[in-house]
């Protein structure tokens, strides 16, 4: 009889056992299902609005595609052509230059800007403010208004110049000055930098400031030893990601030049020149390769940034 009972007692342990684990499968199955249909519409616009497109432009890439006509393959000779081809080294040079030119300035006058505005001052976020608001002016309304202020005869800009009595450039009609007048419209944007900063800047702590300064070190010391190191995970992003968008510019090059790159290709920029083979001239398959080309630039230039990260980015670590 005992054993009986103790038989039921062990068949009913198994049974509740069983029971709790049926509950716990089914409670992860219902968790796996909410986490599916929760990233399901990111999944579907990943699918439909980036992979796909990316294969595609693959696929193109290696094809004689004018749209009207069905892909030819024809391999990499989209590719060969485009190294024997001078206005892609003319796009690729005007490009080199902003990149060369305005990541740099745009970075110190960004960073000059943040420690200005990290100051203490009375109505320091009315000054923010103002200095972040060109960056949230669309690239289009910007190169109108920069169109405007840069007109050679009755612009505001030579107006100013005609008035302190210096010689006034044609900018963006002149073949030597409108790649100047490129880097100092993509200056006016440099408050999403400047952002960014300000953000680092106030991430360091004020006892390592106000130790230093109990030490003796004066303000050029403070930024030398202190600010500049600290910041220094802050500036490699906004380099990184500063040299992207700067390969990538494209919406106000077209806007100042009526998509034309001129005067004498002067101002005709990669993706500038890449658009006009996809959306001119039809060339899909050229234009494919192009961005192709485009984007293992940037991967290189990204992973020697990475590569060379440890050699002058500082990453503070508690212990």
Not at 100 to 129: C, D, E, K, S, W
Not at 137 to 143: H, N
Not at 257 to 275: A, E, F, I, R
Request: glycine share 6%; proline share 5%.
């Amino acid at each position: 009889m005992a054993g009986r009972d103790g038989a039921g007692i062990e068949e009913l342990a198994l049974y509740r056992n069983s029971a709790v684990r049926r509950r716990h499968i089914g409670q992860r199955e219902r968790e796996a299902l909410d986490f599916y249909l929760f990233i399901a519409p990111w999944a579907l616009g990943f699918l439909a609005f980036v992979a796909l497109p990316l294969l595609s432009s693959l696929f193109l890439s290696l094809t004689d595609y004018d749209i009207v006509f069905s892909p030819r393959y024809v391999g990499l000779a989209n590719d060969g052509e485009l190294f024997q081809d001078p206005l892609f080294y003319v796009a690729l040079f005007n490009t080199n230059y902003l990149v060369f030119y305005v990541v740099p300035l745009t970075m110190m006058l960004a960073f000059a800007t943040a420690l200005l505005l990290n100051q203490g001052a009375r109505a320091i976020g009315i000054y923010r403010t103002a200095f972040f608001l060109p960056s949230m002016v669309p690239m289009v309304a910007s190169g109108m208004l920069w169109l405007y202020l840069l007109q050679p005869q009755w612009g505001l800009v030579n107006g100013w110049l005609i008035s302190l009595g210096l010689p006034c450039p044609g900018w963006l009609a002149s073949e030597v000055w409108s790649k100047p007048a490129l880097v100092l419209l993509m200056l006016w944007n440099s408050g999403t930098t400047m952002i960014v900063y300000l953000a680092g800047l106030q991430d360091i702590p004020h006892d390592l400031r106000e130790a230093a300064t109990i030490d003796g070190a004066n303000t050029w010391e403070r930024l030398r030893y202190i600010t500049v190191p600290l910041m220094t995970p802050t500036i490699f992003f906004s380099l990184v990601m500063n040299i992207i968008s700067t390969f990538q510019v494209f919406s106000v090059v077209f806007v100042l030049t009526d998509g034309m790159g001129g005067p004498v290709n002067s101002t005709l920029v990669y993706l500038l020149y890449l658009y006009r083979n996809a959306f001119v001239f039809f060339r899909m398959g050229y234009a494919s390769a192009m961005a192709w080309i485009l984007f293992l630039i940037i991967l290189v230039l990204t992973l020697v940034q990475f590569r060379s990260a440890p050699l002058w980015v500082y990453y503070e670590i508690e212990r």
